[in-house]
């Protein structure tokens, strides 16, 4: 079976640490002034160390899996709900990140590079009606320069234009 699991940012045990400990404070000033709403706060956010997710792309579409105290939690697109892929090389150097949308909003998955070109020929062949805006590295640093020439071609008719209408 064709799987293409993203990258995913997991906390360093350090910053779990920190978390824990800072939210260990929170509850017990809390819970000596007897402050619930603040108890209930340094509960969902002690449980935050806890929660993972995991970006999956697979023949049944496009799954973001939550994980909390070993609860796994799927939501997924599947392929006859997405509208556009499209990939973005700059955001999520050295790495791409591949927006994927669905009306609207828009989900972002972070591939290697070596692995984007595949995952947008899987969703080409899941999915013909899907656009997919497979232009490469150089294509899309070209179409960004041609985008910031034309706008500094259209500041300075912008500027010229205003020292006309002063004379």
């Known amino acids: ?9 997991n906390r360093t045990p350090e910053r779990k640490m920190l978390l824990v ?13 007897r402050n619930w709403l603040y108890m209930i706060f340094a509960l969902v956010m002690m449980s935050a160390v806890f929660y993972t997710k995991e970006h999956i792309v697979d023949k049944n579409g496009v799954h ?5 105290f070993g609860i796994k939690i799927p939501y997924t697109w599947t392929w006859d709900v997405i509208t556009i892929v499209r ?21 972002g998955f972070v591939f290697k590079k070596s692995e984007v070109q595949d995952v947008m020929d899987f969703i080409k062949r899941m999915n013909p009606n899907i656009h997919v805006e497979d232009f490469t590295e150089e294509e899309a640093a070209r ?4 985008r910031k020439l034309k706008m500094q071609y259209a500041m300075q008719r912008q500027k010229a234009s205003k020292k006309l209408k002063k004379k």
């Open 64 to 68: 973001i899996v939550y994980n909390i």
């Open 143 to 146: 179409a960004e320069e041609e």
């Open 1 to 9: 079976m064709e799987q293409y699991k993203g990258i995913v940012k």
């Open 21 to 33: 400990v800072v939210t260990g404070i929170i509850l017990f000033l809390s819970w000596q002034q």
């Open 87 to 107: 990939p973005d090389y700059s955001k999520a150097k050295p790495n791409v990140l591949l927006e994927i949308a669905k009306d609207v909003t828009i989900r």
